[in-house]
């Protein structure tokens, strides 16, 4: 299409502008990502831990995660989850990840996670190196099965467990925060979490001394620009205050309402060792 070159010029100035104002807010919101390395808090001993998540009280799904240093240079985090009771009669879900991380820089290697519905099957694999991560994701089985690939590009993403592992290792005191870019499985977020307080939480085990984070999220855009995440409003974690740091309870202000996942039991592959 024709256009008067001075409407041309006008366009093409714009265009500039906004790259311009987009790669600026872009550059604004990755300084601010701590830059701290893992600190030297003493690693987590290997665990096998049981959670219950659910919604107003209501338990909707259990889950199990086994953690352990299968060689000395990576972290090994094997989860499972499904649906339970009425929940599951309206949505059946099966969940298995497994996520690897090196246990020097607590950097993530790769992540598999499988979700079996009722009716389709998604499988997502994540590979990740200093720039970024690839992701392949197949939906379906057999013949019919369709994978995509997609890469992101920024350097120092983490995935959950290795979100996790770091945010562990770090000193959190009151008042430190945190900032991270981090990537679960099919979209980027940046990630705030403030050390809130001290606490003590009564969950299933026992009652503990809890450390208490504020978690807020925003979406990170394909052109790295923020946007803000609509399904999430903020969380609240409270995570042991011992030698293990464990994470008790998270509860979540959602679309949906307020949704929890809380620890009901931990067994130590090796109990006698401290």
């Not at 307080?197 to 999220?217: C, E, F, H, M, W």
């Not at 394909?222 to 946007?227: I, Q, R």
Request: with cysteine; glycine share 6%.
């Amino acid at each position: 299409m024709f256009l008067p070159s001075r409407f041309r010029i006008t366009k093409c100035a714009i265009t500039i502008l906004l790259a311009f104002w987009t790669g600026s807010f872009a550059a604004d919101w990755q300084a601010t990502l701590s830059k701290e390395p893992a600190g030297n808090f003493p690693e987590l001993r290997p665990l096998r831990a049981f959670y219950r998540f659910g919604w107003s009280g209501v338990t909707a799904a259990t889950g199990e995660i086994h953690f352990t240093k299968p060689s000395n240079d990576r972290f090994q985090l094997e989860g499972t989850g499904r649906t339970i009771g009425f929940v599951r009669a309206l949505w059946k879900l099966d969940v298995t990840q497994r996520a690897v991380a090196n246990s020097e820089t607590l950097a993530p290697i790769e992540t598999q996670q499988t979700e079996s519905y009722r009716s389709k099957k998604i499988a997502t694999h994540l590979t990740f190196t200093g720039s970024g991560v690839t992701r392949a994701r197949t939906e379906g089985e057999g013949a019919t099965a369709k994978t995509t690939s997609k890469q992101f590009n920024l350097p120092d993403l983490f995935d959950l467990h290795s979100a996790a592992l770091y945010l562990r290792s770090q000193p959190l005191k009151q008042g430190n925060v945190y900032r991270l870019a981090v990537y679960p499985t099919t979209n980027a977020y940046f990630a705030t979490i403030k050390v809130t307080g001290r606490d003590k939480i009564s969950v299933r085990p026992s009652t503990y001394n809890a450390i208490k984070l504020d978690l807020q999220l925003k979406r990170i855009g394909k052109h790295l620009e923020l946007e803000p995440y609509k399904k999430f409003r903020r969380a609240t974690i409270w995570v042991s205050d011992d030698a293990e740091r464990l994470i008790l309870r998270i509860e979540a202000q959602i679309f949906v309402g307020t949704v929890f996942a809380e620890l009901q039991s931990v067994r130590f592959d090796n109990p006698n060792r401290r």
